[in-house]
């Protein structure tokens, strides 16, 4: 997986900075998070073309952020439990979060993300 970074600011104007790990094969799409250890606040998965996810399998609940080609958020299913499926069909790719990570950076649908590659 390809590390990336990048940053959002919370309710209150504070920078917090996102470690992204972007999925680079259909392997490792398909595989998502499953048998992965919980996100912590500051981690997410990005993934690439890509409208429905599910958690299936998981033993943790996750916030899901669906982004469209422009970087903008469709829509937010915060807390999704485990063996749930989420969809949204203007997204391009989806931000997989620790559950309750998408409020604490307040992120609402119609917000624009930029993603940066760090070069690792």
């Known amino acids: 997986m390809l590390k990336q970074t990048m940053s959002s600011e ?6 917090l900075p996102l470690e992204l790990r972007r ?9 998502g998070l499953l048998g992965r250890p919980p996100l912590r606040h500051g981690q997410a998965l990005l993934i690439d073309g890509c409208n429905m ?3 299936v399998g998981m033993g943790y ?11 903008v958020i469709q ?5 999704v439990a485990p063996w749930r499926a ?7 790719r989806v931000i997989e979060l620790a559950a309750g990570e ?5 992120w609402q649908r119609g917000m624009r993300l930029a993603f940066a590659a760090d070069g690792s």
Not at 61 to 71: E, H
Not at 75 to 79: G, Q
Not at 86 to 92: F, G
């Open 53 to 55: 996810v599910h958690t």
């Open 75 to 79: 829509r937010v299913c915060p807390a």
């Open 86 to 92: 989420r969809s949204c069909l203007r997204a391009r």
């Open 10 to 15: 919370d309710m209150a104007g504070r920078a």
């Open 23 to 31: 999925t680079e094969t259909m392997l490792e799409r398909m595989r």
């Open 102 to 106: 998408a409020t604490r950076r307040g």
């Open 61 to 71: 609940a996750i916030d899901v952020v669906f982004v469209d080609r422009a970087g």
